[in-house]
């Protein structure tokens, strides 16, 4: 039997994941940011965002475009604020 997730835990993981993402960002320090796809260590897409409230678009969008890739989140030195 399968197990289905209801509105709430899908907004409820949403919410966590978004919150942790961008606590990280702030810690990051100033933009640019940017967002990483990666597949079998080999970078396959990269994004970068400007403006800090579009770190969460850029990243739904970059996961949407590559499901089966690991999406980091780097900061304007390299350093990783973000990876799922």
Do not use: C
Request: charge should be positive; aromatic fraction near 10%.
């Amino acid at each position: 039997m399968e197990n289905f997730k209801t509105y709430t835990e899908f907004i409820n993981e949403a919410t966590t994941s978004w919150k942790v993402m961008m606590r990280g960002v702030d810690t990051g320090g100033p933009g640019p940011w940017s967002i990483v796809a990666i597949e079998y260590n080999k970078v396959v897409a990269q994004e970068l965002v400007k403006v800090q409230d579009g770190v969460p678009a850029g990243y739904e969008a970059m996961r949407k475009k590559h499901p089966k890739s690991r999406i980091r989140v780097e900061d304007s030195q390299g350093k990783i604020v973000f990876e799922k």
